[in-house]
């Protein structure tokens, strides 16, 4: 029997990711995700190819088989779960689900960063743009406290 459970992978590749706010750059990485029996799951395959493929990322089929895999940036799936969300496909949301699932989380070292070079931005809006929590939040703010 197979079960309804996605598998997915998530492997770290050298790139630059700019956060999609006002935030400098946050995480120096580039998403894999494995996109198990993507065409078979969602309705109106060829109009999602066409959307991942307009924000910059790569879709590419594995081999012969019938997994796909998308690469790019998170910036890129932010684009990709807009665009997704504003057509309202309901086979469509596992690919945001998926996407969501696989957001990179920032480094305490980017998160200092970030105060450093927004020195106004509060706690909240740091948690809220970066997805950090609050403990993040707050060593990020008492480290930069300290260095002054």
């Keep these: 029997m197979v079960s309804n459970q996605l598998s997915f992978r998530i492997k770290i590749l050298d790139a630059d990711i700019f956060s999609a706010s006002i935030l400098p750059k946050v995480i120096k990485t580039m998403l894999d995700i494995q996109l198990n029996s993507f065409v078979r799951r969602i309705e109106k395959a060829n109009e999602l190819k066409a959307q991942i493929k307009s924000s910059g990322a790569k879709l590419s089929r ?3 088989s019938r997994h796909w895999r998308i690469q790019g940036t998170w910036p890129q799936f932010q684009s990709i779960i807009d665009q997704i969300q504003l057509t309202e496909e309901p086979s469509w949301q596992w690919v945001i689900e998926t996407l969501k699932s696989h957001q990179p989380k920032p480094h305490i070292e980017d998160l200092v960063e970030i105060v450093k070079t927004n020195p106004n931005i509060t706690q909240q809006q740091l948690i809220s743009q970066t997805d ?13 406290e300290w260095e002054e």
């Design 62 to 64: 594995k081999g012969r």
């Design 132 to 144: 950090c929590t609050l403990v993040e939040a707050r060593k990020a703010f008492d480290v930069v």
